[in-house]
């Protein structure tokens, strides 16, 4: 899953020649002379594969400096890797985790048909983008937004996914509808509220219902 380095086909190709030659070669000048693609060849394999290294290195640091969860699964839905925020956000650590199904997160307010739906997106869109709740290891249940992905590479299949916990997002969400419908002094309906209020119970006057306005 990992960029690919690339190397010098033409130096490499020379070098393969130079060295399959170099047996018949007369005199260790000549032969001498002729390890020199190989040579060079080695040194560019040598830089390319420590390039590729350092850029793993690198998006791996990102990766666990990110405050998004991150799961990477594969074809059969096994966690194959995990970062530090997924851990922060869920309590499950990632020997807990990896080569388990994610819907050990599950925190069952989603039915069968939301879960196909998320299955039949991944397979022909390729992505899939919404919220989600899950259930931390502690057992409370949260709200997240979950962004996932399918990647073919190499014959395989893998899904990558990134959460971010919008527990204090949904808590300011409730905080604002509060507000909007109650005083903020008193806590007691305000206009707005009061408002709905009668209208709804007058539409439950005319079905028949007792007058409550409590």
């Known amino acids: 899953m990992w960029p690919q380095a690339h190397f010098n086909r033409p130096l490499i190709i020379g070098a393969l020649v130079a060295l399959t030659a170099l047996p018949w070669l007369p005199g260790l000048e000549l032969r001498l002379a002729a390890l020199l693609p190989a040579v060079l060849a080695g040194l560019d394999i040598a830089r390319q594969r420590r390039r590729q290294l350092l850029h793993r290195q690198l998006l791996e640091a990102a990766v666990h400096l990110?405050?998004?969860?991150?799961?990477?699964s594969d074809r059969h839905n096994r966690v194959l890797a995990v970062n530090?925020?997924?851990s922060h956000i869920t309590g499950y650590a990632p020997e807990e985790i990896i080569g388990r199904n994610p819907s050990l997160l599950s925190s069952g307010r989603h039915d069968e048909?939301?879960?196909?739906?998320?299955?039949?997106?991944?397979?022909?869109?390729?992505?899939?983008?919404?919220?989600?709740?899950?259930?931390?290891?502690?057992?409370?249940?949260?709200?997240?937004?979950?962004?996932?992905?399918?990647?073919?590479?190499?014959?395989?299949v893998f899904h990558v996914a990134l959460f971010t916990d919008i527990t204090r997002h949904?808590?300011?969400?409730?905080?604002?509808?509060?507000?909007?419908?109650?005083d903020a002094l008193t806590?007691?309906?305000?206009?707005?509220?009061?408002?709905?209020?009668?209208?709804?119970?007058?539409?439950?006057?005319?079905?028949?219902?007792?007058?409550?306005l409590a």
């Open 66 to 72: 990110s405050s998004d969860g991150l799961v990477i």
């Open 84 to 86: 530090a925020a997924f």
């Open 113 to 156: 048909e939301f879960h196909a739906r998320y299955r039949q997106a991944l397979e022909v869109n390729g992505h899939w983008e919404g919220e989600v709740w899950n259930r931390r290891k502690q057992g409370d249940e949260y709200p997240e937004w979950l962004r996932a992905r399918r990647i073919e590479q190499g014959g395989d």
């Open 170 to 182: 949904k808590a300011r969400e409730q905080d604002l509808q509060r507000l909007g419908l109650e």
């Open 187 to 212: 806590g007691l309906p305000n206009r707005r509220r009061l408002g709905d209020l009668l209208v709804s119970r007058l539409n439950g006057l005319r079905a028949g219902e007792a007058m409550d």
